[in-house]
């Protein structure tokens, strides 16, 4: 006999491992020993998400919440986060802040590498001007966070796995630039984001 939150809980964690299965299988180091991992309903508890923040966010349900850390466009540098999803948006959070909101019709896509890094990007829209551009983060639990928001957002082709042997955050961030092999210079291409090495500047034409 299923008692019917358990068959609810096991029906929907099956549907989200097809969706994990149509966006990641035979493209991203690890799906296969994911697939025996289950997925949780979330990562972060309601106490773990300080009392202003769930304020702010009364008026919405959370769906899904993950520890991430994030990098800053420039520099590079490491931030401890919050990825709250909700029906409506996926928050970056701070501590008692909410650092940047971005509504799904604003999200134009997502992005991951090939390899087993817990690298994502989130790609927005340009025209969203309340917006400070595509935000990077690393999560231990990508398969499950980037299904998760996939199946939130209700975009098909959201997820695109940049393949390739590139370094740890060498990534596609507004367009495509060729990754080249691990030991040759990386490229000056502005798109990428090199794991060491600072981003250099292609010269002046």
Excluded: W
Aim: aromatic share 6%; net charge positive; with cysteine.
């Amino acid at each position: 006999m299923c008692l019917t939150s358990a068959c609810s809980d096991s029906s929907a964690e099956m549907q989200e491992k097809v969706v994990m299965s149509e966006i990641f299988e035979g493209k991203k180091e690890g799906y296969t020993e994911s697939l025996h991992q289950p997925f949780a309903n979330s990562r972060v508890d309601e106490g773990d998400i300080n009392p202003k923040v769930l304020q702010l966010l009364s008026s919405e349900k959370i769906q899904y919440g993950v520890p991430v850390i994030k990098y800053d466009r420039k520099g590079f540098k490491t931030r401890q986060r919050q990825l709250i999803l909700t029906q409506k948006a996926a928050y970056v959070v701070e501590l008692a802040k909410i650092k940047q909101k971005i509504e799904y019709p604003a999200l134009k896509g997502v992005s991951t590498s090939s390899l087993s890094d817990g690298i994502l990007v989130i790609h927005i829209l340009q025209a969203d001007i309340k917006q400070k551009g595509d935000v990077i983060l690393q999560c231990e639990h990508i398969f499950e966070a980037v299904t998760k928001l996939a199946m939130l957002v209700k975009k098909e082709n959201l997820v695109n796995v940049v393949q390739g042997r590139s370094r740890k955050m060498q990534m596609f961030i507004d367009s495509p630039c060729l990754p080249l092999p691990e030991k040759e210079a990386l490229p000056t291409c502005n798109n990428f984001l090199p794991s060491s090495a600072p981003r250099t500047r292609a010269p002046e034409k």
